[in-house]
């Protein structure tokens, strides 16, 4: 990973040692559901998430990553920040579909909206103009439900969320669990 001109690290490993810099913070650009859609999502996915036996992902921790940054320096969260906004102006994203992936039962979309699959791009081109290393994989929108569970066929009502703004988060250790903390949000 390519940092500033200064080289201190701006997201994930330390180019000289190739480890997580240990004042490092996790974080990661997300979409936040309002209060609203996450109780019509609970309605929604509550006997699926039973039935994976699965251990729940509380509803206040639920979110669609838009990009995943990784461990950041202080200077790295500054770089990041200063990214967005990005405007692809608000969508809607409908949840309509239950999956699986090793132990995570997650709820994700059958059609990508044209405005998110834009967002994540531009997104991702102007965090490598930053220095940041765009994740490898296929961007897969989806919202984690359960850890520890078994895949369940399952049909879902589909819930259409109304997005108008990208979060940034982090990720705080939190005992056994992990904490979310929205530290600023843009409109799109």
Known sequence: MSGPPDSEPVGGLDAATGEAPRASRRAFF????????????????????????????????????VAFLGGLTPAGLDIASAVPPIAVGAFALTLDRIGAFESTLWLGTRSVPKPLAELELRL???????????????????????????????????????????????????????????LRTWPL
Request: net charge positive.
């Open 30 to 65: 997300a979409l936040w559901p309002d209060d609203v859609t996450r109780t019509r999502l609970v309605r929604a996915t509550k006997e699926a998430v039973r039935r994976s036996g699965g251990r729940p992902i509380a509803k206040d921790r639920w979110h669609v990553t």
């Open 124 to 182: 991702w081109d102007a965090l490598e103009a930053k220095g940041f290393s765009r994740e490898p994989r296929i961007y897969r929108p989806h919202l984690t439900l359960a850890r520890r569970a078994r895949p369940v066929e399952a049909e879902v009502e589909p819930v259409e969320w109304p997005v108008d703004e990208l979060a940034l988060v982090e990720s705080l250790p939190d005992r056994r669990n992990v904490h979310y903390e929205v």
